[in-house]
């Protein structure tokens, strides 16, 4: 790590990537304030506060709009167009509806009629940008409506707020128009397409943020995630995971290997490759690393015994990749993960 593969030639150095190392994500302990980006070729982690942004503006050939998913950002359109025509008449019943918490808790009793709609107010936890929770913005202004946006909760679990948006497309770009609910005016922001991210995030405190990693510079990240809760025949509703982990969708392939007589993580060898089977979800790694103590089980909170993963990273390169920890051994606390790897080569 560090050294160069130098030439005698005039072209640039190029660095080496990394033969492997144990890593401790800066998560933040068990709140998990901040999402971290790692860079298995660099040996590097970037960390980002999770509740910096609050939309993601696709970069690529459709005009696709995600929400904050690690903060449980929700989103819910509204018969209207205008932002200045919407009031908080408009949101009546969004409180105990439009709300993570709210969801959850609506289980405890008779399903209300809008539960099965709860799914459609977040995005699809595989990545499909056709799943959004925010329709494509379509090159006709009228046919883009306002946006109730609940944007979920801070670590320490405080509301985050509301906000009335509306996305137009501008050009190859995007222009957001957004305000607090009883706002009589409001304002827009601009966005331009970027060809080395995937998404500008944006905040509706600061507006463009750029902390974020650009999109070859990093394979997977932890972070805390909305996947969907079956909760009865054909209804599911949002809910919070922590300690997930989502796999950079450009480039990146990962494989669980289930540990056997003959296959083990200290043995596995870049010969065996072929033998494995990989997935490029962004879940392909998702929560099935680790355990988490259930009532009347005896499974013991903690990282899965008997499964490691390889992982092809964005430069091509193949590791394997083993957890070896969750929890923090004095306090028994979450939020500490731990995870070794090592290169696989010819």
Not at 218 to 230: H, R, S, V, Y
């Amino acid at each position: 790590m560090g050294l160069c593969a130098c030439s005698n030639d005039s072209g640039p150095s190029i660095d080496p990537p990394a033969s492997g190392a144990i890593i401790d994500p800066a998560v933040g302990g068990p709140t998990q304030p901040n999402q971290v980006f790692i860079d298995l070729s660099k040996e590097s982690q970037t960390s980002v506060a999770r509740n910096a942004w609050d939309l993601g503006f696709y970069t690529g050939s459709d005009f696709r709009v995600i929400l904050n998913n690690s903060s449980s950002t929700l989103a819910r359109p509204i018969q209207k167009v205008e932002l200045n025509d919407v009031s908080a008449a408009d949101t009546v019943g969004f409180g105990v509806q439009l709300n993570i918490d709210a969801i959850f808790g609506a289980l405890f009793g008779p399903p209300p009629v809008w539960l099965p709609e709860a799914k459609t107010w977040s995005d699809d936890p595989s990545g499909d940008l056709t799943k959004t929770a925010i329709d494509e913005i379509s090159d006709t202004a009228e046919d883009n409506p306002v946006y109730i946006i609940n944007r979920g909760k801070n670590p320490d679990g405080s509301p985050r707020g509301w906000m009335k948006v509306r996305t137009l497309r501008n050009g190859e770009g995007y222009t957001l128009q957004y305000a607090e609910i009883n706002a009589t005016s409001y304002q827009e922001l601009n966005v331009s397409k970027r060809d080395d991210i995937d998404f500008v995030a944006v905040s509706f405190d600061t507006g463009i943020i750029t902390t974020i990693p650009e999109r070859n510079d990093w394979d997977f990240a932890f972070t805390i995630f909305t996947d969907l809760l079956t909760v009865g025949p054909g209804t599911s509703i949002p809910y919070a995971i922590r300690d997930y982990v989502i796999s950079n969708r450009n480039g990146v392939e990962v494989a669980q290997v289930e540990v056997t007589g003959e296959i083990g993580y200290d043995n596995f060898s870049y010969g065996q490759i072929g033998s494995v089977d990989f997935s490029t979800a962004i879940s392909a790694i998702g929560n099935g690393w680790r355990n988490v103590a259930q009532p009347g089980s005896n499974i013991e909170t903690g990282v899965k015994e008997g499964i490691f993963y390889v992982v092809k990273d964005t430069s091509g390169n193949y590791y394997k990749l083993r957890f070896t920890r969750l929890v923090d051994a004095q306090s028994g606390e979450r939020g500490n993960p731990q995870f070794q790897y090592d290169l696989l080569e010819e």
